[in-house]
């Protein structure tokens, strides 16, 4: 198991804890209008075309409130699936089915809206050389998550957090000083396996920062003229990345100017879930 995985591992049954601890709080009153003994079927739906994401997540529900419960997918990470398609049966009693339907459904919808985007996105950009990556626009608790929902769909992630990567803006670079000793103060204090990456606001900018020695730039809500200019300066001695308010009709354009990455917050920022219904099965 890599380390992501294992992360992931560990995550999941974080959050799942914490948010079933949100919902159910001191005990769910409605479920008990149901025998404790009784046994229950569901099977869940998509009412839409999507990417599915956050099958473990949606098991975990399940598992902490009845470990004799059972989920028997039909569909898997990373799978388009089409409306109407049957994804899941669960098995489990009816108090879990019932206590944990929300929970677990808010974790799928969340997920797979977020690798669905990401895929829209990426088929956009297909024949470029541009990769479409994330940023640390996340919902609070849930990077981990998102992150893994960005990769099913396709796309990449950038850093994780502050601890993982060196990206210097604007304030840091006035900070320190200007753009060569902001990275040359970063390429003595990096770690071997940290990347530095630099924000640059004009091509007097770019000139440094390819002397200085930066692999990675930043450009920063450029115009699509600028990133053609910014390419041809840069001649292949770093790896540019585009960011800034991109928006799915236009991030076509972006990807052929030539940049090598298309940073994007809507992945993970502006979500839109994918509409499941779990239905309850008489046996």
């Keep these: 198991m890599d380390r992501f995985s294992e992360q992931l591992r560990v995550e999941i049954m974080r959050s799942v804890a914490v948010t079933l601890a949100e919902d159910i709080g001191t005990g769910d009153l409605t479920a008990r209008l149901i025998s404790a003994d009784a046994s229950a079927r569901g099977r869940l739906i998509t009412r839409q075309d999507a990417i599915l994401c956050g099958t473990a997540w949606f098991d975990a529900v399940f598992q902490m409130l009845d470990p004799e419960s059972s989920v028997i997918w039909h569909a898997k990470d990373g799978e388009r699936v089409k409306e109407g398609q049957s994804l899941c049966d669960v098995f489990a009693t009816a108090r879990a089915l019932l206590t944990a339907e929300r929970t677990a459904l808010n974790f ?122 910014a390419v041809k300066i840069t001649a292949g001695r770093a790896e540019l990345e585009a960011s800034g308010g991109v928006k799915l009709d236009r991030v076509r354009e972006i990807a052929e100017t030539g940049v090598d990455r298309i940073s994007i917050g809507g992945l993970t920022k502006d979500l839109r879930a994918v509409d499941l219904s779990l239905r309850h099965i008489e046996e």
């Design 108 to 229: 799928l919808q969340m997920l797979s809206g977020t690798a669905t985007t990401t895929a829209l996105y990426v088929e956009a950009v297909k024949g470029t050389r541009a990769r479409v990556i994330d940023t640390r626009k996340t919902l609070p608790g849930l990077r981990l998550a998102q992150k893994y929902a960005v990769r099913m769909g396709g796309g990449g992630n950038h850093r994780f957090g502050l601890y993982d990567g060196i990206l210097i803006k604007e304030n840091h670079i006035i900070a320190a000083g200007g753009v060569t000793p902001a990275l040359k103060k970063a390429q003595a204090l990096a770690p071997s396996n940290v990347f530095i990456e630099i924000e640059i606001e004009n091509f007097g900018q770019l000139e440094e920062a390819l002397q200085a020695g930066a692999k990675l730039i930043l450009l920063d809500n450029l115009t699509i003229e600028q990133m053609y200019e």
